[in-house]
């Protein structure tokens, strides 16, 4: 991996439209998509250098598209190894499973791969597009006017002191994309509620003594634990879940065979064996909710915004959504419609991350799993996962309309499917987990994501039934046309005859047999019509 990626060091004052602080898979995600837009962008990182820790592994379907949209989907499969199932084993030999291959895409399934190899591919493609990526630079406050924010950053010359070269950096906006711990959030005073769970979490990498399935990766449970197995690149695997039954000290050592003591208590013996280990680390999980993504002209992105459970392998592909969502709304021009629109992502992420949250939270779902001894239970816990793949694969995301906003002051729900926007998320009683519609009542009410569309960078697009063209005083200007699909008709809502779809792919609006016959606007469509007008 070249870990060499093409950087810059800061002038004093340069001025750029976006700042995104932050060269993880977030930020730079944003980079690259916001130089699709011709937006102009620096992305700033106190780290010298790519971690080349692991970390994030699992790309899903949305975030496919997304790379795919960018010409790097095929750079970044080729440095990782593709998967088309999750399989759940028990230590009582039950085998549940959540597969992928049916889903509405070109990419009908994940690709596990190191976050360090995402990171390289994209910090290339960002610096070979224009971007500015400026390393061993750190954030250390900002400030903010009528004109834009200027942050202050400092060049690291003594890592133990943390003095160096101050540096000032204007811009339009200001991104934080800088992690759990985001030095952003934490200077604009943003709460970051929410728990963190009490077991310890262990993790190891290196190659297995028993070769893996081809096409899936894996959680294996146990009496008292529950570990996944991804493989990896180069026939390495990490294993890694809350196997151990006390809590660890992060400072303290964890040996190999703590590890593999550990984990041979779920009963699934030379399965979950390595042959040589490469590294090793217990860790802690969080889940954490932003209070809010937005603060004047500054935005909360990736894990400074959210943390979630490591459960379906969300963490980095919520951030990709994030980066999405934004940069669209950033290649807006400034005035009140971009601030409308930052308003709007505000909203409609939070709601998303919650989602995310929700589906996640799979622990109850493991223990029905453990105590399914019959074939009835069985039944039922595999009825449970209908609608994991589709949630977990970020495609089928619904974001509610202002008008549908639940409780005032409490973030609104971002649903997966038609259903849940009604509330009608029934549960299992069972398994004790809120079941998942599935991909049949996918419809294509306002806010509801079209899965398989390929928006052209900062271009609505009107998708019709045959005979149903456009009156264009009524769209946005440089709104593009194309004939819905045989899917995308079957998802249309009962006499709609065409949608009106937002630069990163949610439906803006519903129309009937007339263009006037709508049935809602979103309020980023509304401003982005009031602007053009």
Known sequence: MNRNTPSARANDRPTTDVLVVGAGPTGLMLGCLLRHHGVDCTVIDRRDDIDPRTR?????????????????????????????????????????????TGLDTAFPYYVNVPQPEVEAVLADHFTATGGRLLRGLRYTGHQEDEHGVTARTVTDTDTDTGTGTPHTITAHHLVGADGASSAVRTALGIDFPGITYPMAYLLAEGAPLLPTDPDASAMYIGPAGAVSLLPLPHGT??????????????????????????????????????????RIAHYQVHERLAERFTYGRTVLAGDAAHLNSPAGGQAMNTGFGDAWALAWRLATPCGDARTD?????????????????RTTGVLPLLDAMRHATTASARSSVQEALTGYAEAWSQLYLRYTTPTAAAVEGAAPAAVPVEGAAEGI??????TG???????????????ARVPGHRPEPGHHTWLHLPGAGPDRTHLPPLTRTAELTPTQRAWLPTGTTAVLVRPDGHVA???????????????????TEKEAA
């Open 425 to 430: 998320v029934p549960g299992d009683a069972t």
């Open 433 to 447: 987990q809120p079941a998942l519609p599935p991909r049949t009542r996918h419809r294509l009410h306002p806010g």
């Open 237 to 278: 695997v990490r294993i890694a879940g809350p196997v151990s039954p006390e809590s660890l000290d992060r400072d303290s050592e964890l040996s190999a065979r703590h590890f593999q003591e550990s984990v041979d208590t779920l009963g699934h013996g030379p399965t979950l064996r390595f042959e040589r280990v490469d």
């Open 509 to 527: 609006r519903t129309a009937g047999a007339h263009p006037d016959t709508t049935t809602a606007t979103t309020g980023a469509t509304a401003e």
């Open 56 to 100: 994030a592994v699992m790309v899903h379907a949305a975030a496919l598209e997304i790379l795919d949209t960018l010409g790097l989907r095929t750079a970044v499969e080729d440095r990782g190894v593709r998967r088309t199932r999750i399989d759940f084993h028990t230590h009582h030999e039950a085998l549940f499973t959540v597969d992928f």
């Open 341 to 357: 629109l930052l308003a709007d992502y505000d909203r409609e992420r939070r709601a998303a991350a919650a989602e995310v949250a």
